[in-house]
């Protein structure tokens, strides 16, 4: 099973982008789903994740109140809804699925077990 992310881009400081993560080649629709990026040189570090039913969310401080994590389990697909986007959100942003399932949402690199290849936002002041 792989996960393909889209929606990445450069965008202005204000502006807003969509991020979709799509499964193929199997399912992850009962996966908790997360969402990470990593500047280089950096490690990648959390965004957001929602459990498996979609009932629960997480969120790291500074993306709470700009950043929305939902998902069509029927589309086996997550998305990450970005508003009033800064520069310091500038990175390359990877979803991920849980290697477990029914379980609720995930902050640590190590409980996931898919990853995408990764999309790049880019946001200029």
């Known amino acids: 099973v792989q996960l393909v992310e889209s929606g990445g881009g450069l965008v202005q400081a204000g502006d807003s982008l969509r991020l979709s993560c799509a499964a193929s080649?199997?399912?992850?629709?009962?996966?908790?789903k997360g969402w990470f990026r990593q500047v280089l040189g950096k490690e990648r570090e959390f965004v957001a994740a929602i459990g498996a039913s979609g009932r629960t969310r997480d969120y790291a401080e500074s993306v709470k109140g700009r950043f929305t994590i939902f998902r069509d389990n029927a589309k086996d697909t997550a998305y990450l809804q970005m508003n009033n986007l800064q520069p310091e959100d500038t990175a390359v942003y990877y979803c991920?699925?849980?290697?477990?399932?029914?379980?609720?949402?995930?902050?640590?690199?190590?409980?996931?077990?898919?990853w995408g290849q990764g999309t790049q936002v880019t946001v200029s002041s």
């Open positions: 080649g199997g399912t992850l629709s009962m996966y908790a």
């Open positions: 991920a699925a849980d290697r477990l399932s029914y379980r609720g949402p995930r902050r640590t690199r190590d409980e996931y077990a898919y």
